[in-house]
């Protein structure tokens, strides 16, 4: 019995280390995230950005990504472009912008996250092309991402066909 068990016991053990060298967890550092959008009718930022990550570049199809921003918080550097901006996307009653990953994969020199972004109660998928510069204990996502807003019900007048949201997010191992 003791032969047995034993090496039953070293395997398991094995196979528990493998997993955890496979799963990385990482810790935003919200104050130092930038979230930035453009079009050619209004550039802005938000703020507020809260996530879980699980990711390891050396096996991105276990990754797993979700994230949320805080919606008023929005930022033109114009108060009138804020009030529009914020009234189209109708953060009172919609007050986080929210996405989650379904898939990663490996894409060139970077990644790509599929999954379902929602705003303004609304849900569409998405595609996050991002890279991730890797120091240890720390590491950097950069990625980009286009967003339709008549997709998503915001289609006031002004309202832009097409904005570019730009994602810089520092992130630590938790």
């Known amino acids: 019995m003791k032969k047995v068990m034993f090496p039953a016991i070293i395997a398991t053990i094995i196979c528990l280390f493998a997993f955890t060298l496979i799963i990385t967890n990482w810790k935003v550092k919200s104050d130092e995230s930038v979230i930035k959008f453009s079009s050619k009718k209004i550039n802005g930022s938000f703020k507020g950005l809260k996530a879980d990550i699980v990711f390891n570049k050396e096996h991105p199809e276990e990754a797993k990504f979700s994230a949320t921003i805080e919606a008023p918080t929005l ?100």
């Open 75 to 174: 930022a033109t550097g114009f108060f009138l472009k804020n009030m529009h901006a914020k009234d189209a996307l109708g953060v009172d009653t919609y007050p986080t912008i929210k996405f989650v990953s379904t898939s990663v994969s490996k894409n060139g020199d970077g990644y790509s996250a599929k999954g379902n972004l929602t705003m303004k109660g609304i849900t569409r998928p998405a595609i996050i092309h991002f890279t991730f510069d890797d120091k240890g204990n720390e590491g950097v996502f950069k990625g980009n991402f286009k967003v339709i807003p008549k997709e998503f019900g915001i289609d006031r007048s002004g309202t832009p066909d097409e904005v570019i949201v730009n994602l810089i997010v520092p992130v630590v191992k938790s």
